[in-house]
């Protein structure tokens, strides 16, 4: 059973930074391609940033690109996603996803696994 447990997430004042951290198991993590979502109240849920098994290849949505940084630590089974100077706008609940493949992956549809999701709210 796969298995996605997001932390990291909380209240940041704008222009701040926060950590998003993202724990996998269940077979080894360089099977997956990663992806973070997030999803604002009435809104759907869109792709903030994916990254593909090794960390070699990355994509951005552009409203995220050069504010944050996906990354992966295979041998810790973790992702990241590093987010500086922080928007009111990009107050939501973050989450995480993992699909097995070799290539990189920027809709909903394509991811299998989902984490439950962790909050972030910016103050302006």
């Known amino acids: 059973q796969v298995q996605l447990v997001e932390s990291g997430g909380g209240l940041v004042q704008a222009g701040g930074s926060l950590r998003l951290s993202c724990a996998v198991s269940g077979r080894p993590f360089s099977s997956y391609a990663m992806g973070w979502f997030r999803q604002a109240p009435g809104k759907e849920r869109e792709v903030v940033a994916a990254i593909n098994w090794n960390g070699g290849n990355t994509y951005y949505a552009g409203s995220v690109k050069g504010r944050f940084t996906i990354s992966r630590h295979n041998g810790k089974n973790t992702g990241y996603l590093q987010m500086n100077s922080l928007k009111p706008e990009d107050t939501a609940v973050y989450y995480c996803?993992?699909?097995?493949?070799?290539?990189?992956?920027?809709?909903?549809?394509?991811?299998?696994?989902w984490g439950q999701g962790t909050q972030v709210t910016v103050s302006s």
């Open positions: 996803a993992a699909t097995v493949g070799g290539g990189i992956y920027s809709t909903y549809s394509s991811y299998t696994y």
